[in-house]
Nanobody, 124 residues
Framework: QVQLVESGGGLVQAGGSLRLSCAAS????????MGWFRQAPGLEREFVAR????????SYADSVKGRFTISRDNVKKMVYLQMNSLKPEDTAIYYC?????????????????WGQGTQVTVSS
C-alpha cells in the first residue's frame, strides 16, 4: 500500500509560481511511476504530468508543457510539481498519483493510488 499526501497549493496571481509536493509512505515507492492530475470545477479529472521510477522518462499534458516541471526524490519519497507562468485556467484541485509504471498514469482509471488533492487557484 502507498499513501500520498499533497501540499503546497494556494492562491496565486496569473503569471506567478507554485510548487506542489507529494509525500509518499508505504511500500515500493521507488519502483513506481508517479504523476499529477488535476480537476477544475465542472470538468473531468485530467492528466498533467508523469515521471518514471528513476526520473528518466517524463511526460506533460500539452496545456502545461514548458510551464510545469515534475521531479521526484526516491530517498525522501517525494514528488514535486513546479508550476510557473500560471494561468487562471490552471485553477483546479491537483492530485498526486502513483502507478506500477508510466502507462498506469496515462488515464485516471488506471491509476493505482491517489492523494487527497490540494487546491490551486490562479487569479487574473
Amino acid at each position: 500500500q502507498v499513501q500520498l499526501v499533497e501540499s503546497g497549493g494556494g492562491l496565486v496571481q496569473a503569471g506567478g509560481s507554485l510548487r506542489l509536493s507529494c509525500a509518499a509512505s508505504g511500500q515500493t515507492f521507488g519502483s513506481r511511476a508517479m504523476g499529477w492530475f488535476r480537476q477544475a470545477p465542472g470538468l473531468e479529472r485530467e492528466f498533467v504530468a508523469r515521471i518514471s521510477w528513476d526520473g528518466g522518462v517524463i511526460s506533460y499534458a500539452d496545456s502545461v508543457k514548458g510551464r510545469f516541471t515534475i521531479s521526484r526524490d526516491n530517498v525522501k519519497k517525494m514528488v514535486y510539481l513546479q508550476m510557473n507562468s500560471l494561468k487562471p485556467e490552471d485553477t483546479a484541485i491537483y492530485y498526486c498519483a502513483a502507478g506500477r509504471n508510466l502507462i498506469h498514469l496515462a488515464t485516471t482509471t488506471s491509476v493505482d493510488y491517489w492523494g487527497q488533492g490540494t487546491q490551486v487557484t490562479v487569479s487574473s
